[in-house]
């Protein structure tokens, strides 16, 4: 028996929610082909989500994200290719310099997957959310700068930058050019209504200057499965009491933005599945949500969990109303700082954002990621050759013979 799935009820309730795929565009097909095989009895259920090849659907996911923890698991999933092209550089570039260019090259094949739907949709779907690599530790003129270069990567790039004080300015300063934005590294209400000044005020700046921002989009990434991790929170509540934080943030952030009347939209990263004592899997992350207009970003892991729980014809539902968070969760959580700064609009300053404990954590795991790809790209340089190559963005790599 056919059961509808998550992203079909969702769309059902909320059209203008969206799923996006939550890692490189490149690793898209094989995982389709993967749930073709494992899951060929729900498949045309599955298929609902997994449109072919990023094709325009009603239903399936109509974006992507990367961050430099998915652009270095894309490279080692196709060692030989990117060792080939990391050894192929110009021996004048520094590792890091090379490392930046594979970095850029893997964003530009992303987002040339995604084009077709980009065109498809009169630019509303098919965007590749491209992160600045070290924008925690960036001032605010290096993040318009790196922003801007990849912005220039390709069409459908939408600039990824984090929710520092720095970086709402580096965000005013982008939407006034007429970049798209996607906010990341975003843990508070605060955060958020920073960054709803920062569209406001930029495009405002847009209008005066003739820039147009039409086809501009701007969304919010709230690290939902990330909030209740830390150390501060994590050892003072039950795990479902961490949900309920967790739930109560998103709740008000979304609320803060119905307020500011915003075309910037919430969307939810770093979901997360729990399993009870039962044995039984559940996400209350999507669970939960959706009452409002949300975008997810979904992994192949959260993919596989929706299809595990259609084939048992349980599937994920999304909630059609806000959620009540109970009274004495509530009272348990107001006397956590952590979670009252992330909660209150005002309960961290622009100049805390990026020393707030879950920020400083998601830095730390995107440098890790750049690191291990930097490693990838020194451990290439033993076969180095002097080859020329050429990217799409007019950036030449040639060395002289």
């Known amino acids: 028996m056919a059961v509808r ?18 890692s490189s565009p490149s690793l898209y097909a094989a995982f389709e082909e993967s749930m073709k095989l494992k899951y060929s009895d729900i498949y045309p259920q599955i298929r609902e989500l997994l449109p072919n090849g990023f094709s325009n659907s009603d239903t399936g996911i109509s974006g992507a994200t990367t961050n430099p923890i998915l652009i270095t698991q894309a490279v080692l999933a196709n060692p030989d290719k990117w060792h080939a092209r990391a050894a192929s550089l110009c021996t004048a570039l520094s590792s890091s310099e090379k490392a930046a260019r594979i970095y850029d090259r893997v964003i530009i094949e992303g987002a040339r997957r995604l084009l077709p739907l980009h ?49 709402y300015r580096a965000i005013e300063r982008l939407v ?44 919010v990434s709230f690290m939902i499965g990330r909030l209740g991790a830390e150390d501060e ?63 997810y970003t979904m992994t192949p892991h959260i993919i ?59 830095g730390r795991d995107a440098r890790e990621g750049q690191q291990r790809l930097l490693d990838f790209v020194q451990a290439a340089g033993a076969g180095q050759q002097k080859l020329p190559i050429r990217t799409t963005h007019d950036q030449s790599l040639e060395c002289a013979s």
Not at 185 to 202: E, T, W
């Open 176 to 219: 006034a050019q007429g970049y798209s934005i996607n906010n990341t590294f975003c843990f508070s209400v605060s955060q958020a209504a920073a960054f709803f000044k920062a569209i406001h005020d930029g495009r405002l700046h847009a209008q005066r200057q003739g820039v147009s921002t039409e086809h501009a989009r701007y969304v």
């Open 304 to 362: 596989e969990f929706l299809a595990r729980r259609q084939r048992q014809l349980r599937p994920i539902v999304p909630a059609t109303r806000g959620v009540q968070v109970p009274e004495g969760v509530m009272h348990r959580l107001m006397s956590i700082d952590y979670w009252r700064q992330a909660y209150f609009e005002g309960g961290l300053a622009p100049r805390e954002f990026a020393r707030y404990p879950a920020f400083i954590t998601a």
């Open 119 to 167: 065109a498809s949709s009169r630019q509303r779907h098919g965007w590749l959310s491209a992160q600045i690599e070290g924008g925690d530790s960036m001032d605010e003129d290096a993040l318009v700068e790196r922003g801007r270069q990849l912005a220039q990567l390709a069409p459908n790039i939408m600039i990824k930058v984090p929710g520092s004080e720095e970086g």
């Open 5 to 22: 799935g998550f992203a079909r009820l969702l769309k059902q309730h909320s059209p203008d929610s969206e799923i996006w795929w939550d």
């Open 233 to 295: 929170i994590r050892g003072r509540l039950t795990n479902p009491d961490r949900r309920w934080a967790e739930l109560a943030v998103y709740q008000a952030i979304q609320a803060l933005r119905r307020r500011w009347r915003t075309p910037a939209r919430l969307l939810l990263c770093s979901l997360k599945v729990d399993t009870d004592s039962r044995g039984r899997e559940h996400c209350w992350h999507l669970q939960r949500t959706g009452a409002d207009t949300t975008l």
